[in-house]
T-cell receptor, first 115, second 112 residues
């Protein structure tokens, strides 16, 4: 049973550098979400894909952030010109279209530290 | 933005005791989810609720979707040390958005 997989688990980068994270959802899931979590807070929604289409973006997703899901399978989240305020846990989740509501399963997250 | 008020923020209990926590909002939700998160890990889904009034159990955990669709609660019975962690409620707002809105979490400590 393969759950949502995220890579890397940890990333330390210098301010101003670009970083890219990868998410592999549960194989039959066609919805994929990115969330950000800072210390002591609940996750905050960033963006959501249905298959390869990016259907919703949060105002938190500044111009420096870009997410893709080119073939409707894995997704990448890129942060350009990182800032110290970008330090957080970046969580990916997936869900299956259909049913009565969202049932999102999360990966283990990527912990980003910007120094 | 939308907020979920989750309470209490933390609890310290003895092993074997029951725990209750809840989430409230001024907004109406279509879905309520409860997650548990361990340090450095992603949230793990515990229970999903989709109908007002729905009561669902998962082992020692019981959760309910409030009748007004603006709240939900989670009970843990006969707590054990491995229940330690942070519990989050999350809701999907009425209106079609796919995003989940999370509470700030409830940190549970269980003393053996």
């Amino acid at each position: 049973d393969t759950g949502v997989s995220q890579d890397p688990r940890h990333k330390i980068t210098k301010r101003g550098q670009n970083v890219t994270f990868r998410c592999d959802p549960i194989s039959e899931h066609n919805r994929l979400y990115w969330y950000r979590q800072t210390l002591g807070q609940g996750p905050e929604f960033l963006t959501y894909f249905q298959n390869e289409a990016q259907l919703e973006k949060s105002r938190l997703l500044s111009d420096r952030f870009s997410a893709e899901r080119p073939k409707g399978s894995f997704s990448t989240l890129e942060i350009q010109r990182t800032e110290q305020g970008d330090s957080a846990m970046y969580l990916c989740a997936s869900s299956l279209l259909g049913g009565t509501g969202v049932k999102a399963f999360f990966g283990q997250g990527t912990r980003l530290t910007v120094v | 933005g939308q907020q979920l008020n989750q309470s209490p923020q933390s609890m310290f209990i003895q092993e074997g005791e029951d725990v209750s926590m809840n989430c409230t909002s001024s907004s109406i939700f279509n879905t309520w989810l409860w997650y548990k998160q361990d340090p450095g890990e992603g949230p793990v889904l515990l229970i999903a609720l989709y109908k007002a009034g729905e009561l669902t159990s998962n082992g020692r955990l019981t959760a309910q979707f409030g009748i007004t669709r603006k709240d939900s609660f989670l009970n843990i019975s006969a707590s054990i040390p491995s229940d330690v962690g942070i519990y989050f409620c999350a809701g999907q707002l009425q209106g079609g958005s796919e995003k989940l809105v999370f509470g700030k979490g409830m940190k549970l400590t269980v003393n053996p």
